[in-house]
């Protein structure tokens, strides 16, 4: 009896160590401006672009491994290919292609602004341009070879339906784009509101959508609707969905949402202010969000606070766990935090974080 109860004490002992090693960030780095989205990751480094032209590779102590000066400031996040290359676009219209050591490739410029994160597939890659415009982009060379207009503006960033085969684009005033690879319009959504997030996508191919509206919609693969679902507030950040389907996101009701499959609420947590980011999903079913008080917060599955962190501005990157189960979180003053999860990204959710993957490639891998 004695032993059990020394084991038990041990048992807690060790979990309060760890949830004080969570708690403090393991680093921290002075971006020098915000990071928009979700740093990305290439060849063992994180991946991250800022407002203010910098480009830059941090290594698993946040260490600088390279860092490159961009012709402008960046809206939107990296992306990184299968070869580990990495494509980044300026808020001014430039988009350009760096290899895993930071060498340039080579830079298209478009002539539109650029807010959302390009898209990319086997040889080409999509940037949507602020004023709605739709570029198809030769990958070796960056060559442009064809364009669209939407005619709506758009500031957040497209991603690919299941199979990979039509993008699916977000524009500012009300509507989601479906749009094949050759830039036909195969279908259209409209929300009542604006919408600023990126789409989620399940293997069936249903697509999840927040908007400004206050709703979080499920839609088919056709566009329809299957369900809706109100929060109490405006809805920015993209939602999360695990391995059973449930859906996760913030508002600026404060509230942290979980969702079922069906659309029916199953909890919310009450946060200290506006959730703006979009959250983050580890292997062990945990959620990590943050929110403009500069709090980052660890929920489990049910909606029950693990550990919490008060940082000095505002959370407004996107949430994102490297293969070193290290979580990167990012404030509005540049201030790039990083804590031991204990727990890698989530491998079986249908999508785990903003933009579908660690890559930030639009698509859940």
């Avoid at 109860?5 to 041990?10: D, F």
């Avoid at 590779?57 to 939107?76: E, H």
């Avoid at 693969?221 to 996101?249: M, Q, T």
């Avoid at 980052?296 to 693990?306: H, I, N, Q, S, T």
Wanted: aromatic content about 10%.
């Amino acid at each position: 009896m004695i032993k059990r109860i020394s084991c038990l004490a041990l048992l807690f002992v060790g979990q309060l160590l760890a949830l004080g090693a969570a708690t403090r960030p393991a680093w921290q780095f002075s971006l020098g401006s915000a990071c928009p989205g979700s740093p990305a990751y290439s060849a063992g480094r994180a991946i991250v672009a800022t407002r203010n032209g910098a480009l830059l590779a941090l290594d698993r102590n946040g260490k600088v491994s390279w860092q490159r000066t961009l012709p402008a400031g960046c809206l939107a996040a990296p992306a990184v290919d299968a070869d580990n290359d990495i494509y980044v676009a300026c808020a001014e219209g430039t988009v350009l292609r760096f290899t895993s050591a930071g060498k340039p490739v080579w830079q298209a410029d478009l002539d539109v602004e650029i807010l959302a994160t390009p898209l990319l597939a086997a040889d080409a890659l999509y940037a949507v341009g602020g004023s709605g415009r739709v570029s198809k982009i030769r990958k070796k060379d960056g060559v442009l070879m064809k364009k669209i207009e939407l005619g709506l503006p758009a500031h957040s960033s497209p991603v690919w339906d299941a199979g990979r085969k039509v993008l699916l684009v977000p524009t500012k005033d009300y509507y989601l784009f479906a749009i094949d690879t050759e830039l036909n319009v195969r279908w259209k959504y409209r929300t009542v509101g604006v919408i600023l997030s990126v789409p989620a996508v399940t293997p069936r191919n249903e697509v999840y959508l927040t908007s400004m509206d206050h709703h979080l919609y499920k839609l088919d693969n056709g566009g329809r609707l299957l369900w809706k679902f109100k929060a109490r507030g405006w809805i920015k950040g993209s939602p999360v969905i695990d391995e059973r389907g449930r859906v996760y996101f913030g508002s600026y009701d404060r509230n942290f949402y979980a969702v079922s499959a069906d659309g029916r609420p199953l909890w919310q947590y009450k946060g200290k202010a506006q959730f703006t980011a979009s959250a983050a999903l580890d292997a062990a079913g945990n959620l990590y969000c943050g929110d403009t008080s500069g709090t980052v917060y660890a929920l489990d599955r049910y909606g029950k606070l693990v550990w919490e962190y008060k940082s000095s501005d505002f959370i407004t990157a996107d949430l994102t766990i490297l293969p070193d189960q290290v979580l990167l979180a990012g404030s509005i003053d540049g201030t790039l935090l990083a804590f031991r999860t204990g727990q890698p990204l989530a491998k079986k959710a249908w999508w785990a974080k903003y933009l579908g993957n660690l890559a930030n490639s639009g698509f859940d891998e």
